[in-house]
Nanobody, 115 residues
Framework: QVQLVESGGGLVQPGGSLILSCAAS????????MSWFLQAPEKERELVGT???????AYADSVKGRFTISRDNTKNTVYLQMNNLKTEDTAVYYC?????????WGKGTLVTVSS
């Protein structure tokens, strides 16, 4: 059974940092392209960034230079390091895994950036 379980969300002040984790199981993690998405209140889900099987990453312009995606294939886990957080980063963050035509989603973790 495929599972993606996000953790690490919470309340943080503007300018602060958080690290999100996504633990994967049920598929061959080291062959999957992993991504993070966010969905802000009353908005569409949007891509934050992606890391491929070679650990090359790409990011949305809105987070470039502030967020970093990494993966640990020994732990079947992908991470999202978020620095210099802004109030507009407030959203539910979702982990996504893709292998060929198969796509998997976690249930999300809430990040609230507020003073």
């Amino acid at each position: 059974q495929v599972q993606l379980v996000e953790s690490g969300g919470g309340l943080v002040q503007p300018g602060g940092s958080l690290i999100l984790s996504c633990a994967a199981s049920g598929f061959t993690f080291n062959r999957a392209v992993m991504s993070w998405f966010l969905q802000a209140p009353e908005k569409e889900r949007e891509l934050v960034g992606t890391i491929n099987i070679y650990s090359n990453s790409a990011y949305a312009d809105s987070v470039k230079g502030r967020f970093t995606i990494s993966r640990d294939n020994t732990k079947n886990t992908v991470y999202l390091q978020m620095n210099n957080l802004k109030t507009e980063d407030t959203a539910v963050y979702y982990c996504n895994g893709r292998m060929g035509v198969n796509q998997y989603w976690g249930k999300g973790t809430l990040v609230t950036v507020s003073s």
